[in-house]
């Protein structure tokens, strides 16, 4: 038995993908895990900030396909590399893949069925991203 101090409230269920557990917080961070001991693979920090008045940061439980971790942060929808391409414990926003505007809060998760990763919004809009990325960035 391990335990990880995420240092903030955790609003979402963890994802768990071969031998990694991926879990977000309030703050804006998403941590990936080695499920065997509990160490820390990587962190990515958004630019997402707590408010004190409501929950913020991140509330969506984590998707995995395809090497990419799909994640929605404050209206947006963003895909990361599951493994860390420098390996040097930090995805920075420069090894984001691609990240998409979808509107609203971002407290939806996205799921991956048939090739694509579907997600909706506040406003009532579902999306569906198929492989290829998005040709707009917010």
């Known amino acids: 038995i391990w335990s990880f101090d995420t240092t903030d409230y955790v609003y979402s269920s963890p994802s768990i993908h071969d ?4 879990v977000g ?6 941590t990936c895990l080695d499920t065997d001991q509990g160490g820390r693979v990587w962190t990515y920090r958004s630019d997402a900030r707590k408010r004190y008045t409501q929950p913020r ?11 990419k971790v799909f994640l929605t942060v404050e209206g947006n929808l963003l895909a990361l590399p599951e ?21 609203g809060d971002g407290v939806c998760s996205p799921i991956i ?10 406003q009532g809009t579902v999306y ?3 492989p290829k990325p998005p040709s707009r960035k917010p």
């Not at 917080?25 to 998403?30: E, K, Q, R, S």
């Not at 414990?89 to 509107?103: F, H, K, N, P």
């Not at 069925?113 to 506040?122: D, L, R, S």
């Open 128 to 130: 569906c991203f198929g």
């Open 19 to 22: 031998g990694k557990l991926f």
């Open 83 to 103: 493994i860390d391409p420098n390996g040097d414990g930090v995805i920075s926003s420069d090894e984001v893949l691609w990240s998409y505007a979808i509107g």
């Open 25 to 30: 917080c309030a703050n804006g961070t998403l």
């Open 57 to 67: 940061g991140i509330l969506s439980s984590p998707a995995l396909a395809g090497g």
């Open 113 to 122: 069925a048939n090739g694509c990763v579907y997600v909706g919004n506040h």
